[in-house]
């Protein structure tokens, strides 16, 4: 079974705090994602890997950097955490090689962050 | 337009009932089609890959309509457990990239 763990299921920050989410998968997946999930909105993609080392921005990058120097792992960092960042984080990691994939995404069981 | 579009509902079933999903998405280029089912305060989890023949797991069908661009899930004999939202997936081979998009769901209660 494919296994993708977050570091935090709930994180309370305070505005202008930088904010570290990790995100581990066992499989030896070539890519990972992160995403945000707030109600209405659906999942929207923050950043993208497809490998050690590469990232792509999704759709709402804006405020959001990403580190991938292992390929079992994948963070997402808010510089500056605002309340406007305040949603459900949800990573995932999908098999794929290479930049083009129509695999499974398996997802982590989230991370709940509050910015105060 | 929305690229992936579903009825939010709620769709309120009794058990035993089948009811049906669908989803329209909006680009004809679209490559591979899914449906998730995401539980209260849980992760989507993978529920069936949509094929183009239609494909079947137990209670479940979904089909796949390229022509007027719409995926189909229905269940079948509702149980109590089938009480989620129901995500759309659609995914996009692009330039250079590729894209996975979600719709924002669909709610399913079933009642006792």
């Known amino acids: 079974d494919v296994k993708v763990t977050q570091s935090s299921r709930y994180l309370v920050k305070r505005t202008g705090e930088k904010v570290f989410l990790e995100c581990v998968q066992d499989?030896?997946?070539?890519?990972m994602f992160w995403y945000r999930q707030d109600p209405g909105l659906g999942l929207r993609l923050i950043y993208f890997?497809?490998?050690?080392?590469?990232?792509e921005k999704g759709d709402i990058p804006e405020g959001y950097s990403v580190s991938r120097e292992k390929k079992e792992r994948f963070s997402l960092i808010l510089e500056s955490a605002s309340t406007n960042q305040t949603s459900m984080y949800l990573c995932?990691?999908?098999?794929?090689?290479?930049?083009?994939?129509?695999?499974?995404?398996?997802f982590g069981p989230g991370t709940r962050l509050t910015v105060l | 337009r929305k690229e992936v579009e579903q009825d939010p509902g709620p769709f309120n079933v009794p058990e035993g009932a089948t009811v049906a999903f669908n989803c329209t998405y909006s680009?004809?280029?679209?490559?591979?089609f899914f449906w998730y089912r995401q539980d209260c305060r849980k992760e989507p989890k993978l529920l069936m890959s949509?094929?183009?023949s239609g494909n079947e797991d137990g209670r479940f069908t979904a089909q796949l309509n390229r022509a007027s661009q719409y995926i189909s899930l229905l269940i079948r004999d509702s149980k109590l457990s089938d009480s989620a939202t129901y995500l759309c997936?659609?995914?996009?081979?692009?330039?250079?990239?590729?894209?996975?998009?979600f719709g924002t769901g669909t709610r399913l209660k079933v009642l006792a």
């Open positions: 680009n004809s280029a679209s490559q591979s």
């Open positions: 995932a990691s999908s098999l794929g090689a290479g930049r083009v994939s129509t695999d499974t995404q398996y």
């Open positions: 499989m030896d997946h070539e890519n």
């Open positions: 890997s497809y490998d050690v080392k590469m990232k």
């Open positions: 997936v659609v995914t996009m081979n692009l330039p250079g990239t590729y894209k996975y998009i």
């Open positions: 949509v094929y183009s």
